[in-house]
């Protein structure tokens, strides 16, 4: 059943998929720093992400990393989201097609969670949360 907002329009869920972006310094050690998370509903033609990781933890699993080239990638996620032009040709498919594409598996430096799911009133806002939750260490 819908909820009501303070003008007692109804609100309806929607359901949506997330991701945890993930950098990983050493794969066989199974360490890694949450980076961000990426949500998409469909239903409200919403894809966006929200990153930051914390360099000086990150320089403790992995000294020797570019912290330049990695923010770089990472930083690239939310514009290919929102279909940025200078975001390259990802950013040019669909909003469905750019989701799948940034989270498929790799092996590289920059990963992605297994995909989750979920129901909210509101993607911005609950995207806003799973980052505080998932990868700004901020509890909810």
């Known amino acids: 059943m819908p909820t009501r907002n303070s003008s007692e329009t109804p609100v309806s869920r929607v359901a949506y998929d997330y991701a945890v972006i993930r950098i990983v310094p050493r794969p066989e050690r199974g360490e890694f720093i949450n980076?961000?998370?990426?949500?998409?509903?469909?239903?409200?033609?919403?894809?966006?992400?929200?990153?930051?990781?914390?360099?000086?933890?990150?320089?403790?699993?992995?000294?020797?990393?570019?912290?330049?080239?990695?923010?770089?990638?990472?930083e690239v996620i939310p514009r290919i989201c929102a279909a940025a032009a200078d975001a390259g040709p990802i950013a040019l498919l669909t909003a469905r097609e750019r989701f799948h594409w940034l989270t498929a598996p790799r092996s590289s430096a920059i990963q992605i969670s297994p995909v989750h799911c979920g129901t909210c009133e509101s993607p911005a806002a609950t995207l806003e949360q799973l980052f505080r939750k998932l990868a700004a260490g901020v509890p909810s």
């Open 35 to 74: 980076a961000g998370v990426i949500l998409h509903c469909s239903e409200r033609k919403f894809l966006g992400a929200r990153v930051e990781f914390d360099e000086g933890r990150l320089a403790c699993l992995w000294q020797d990393a570019d912290l330049g080239q990695l923010r770089e990638n990472v």
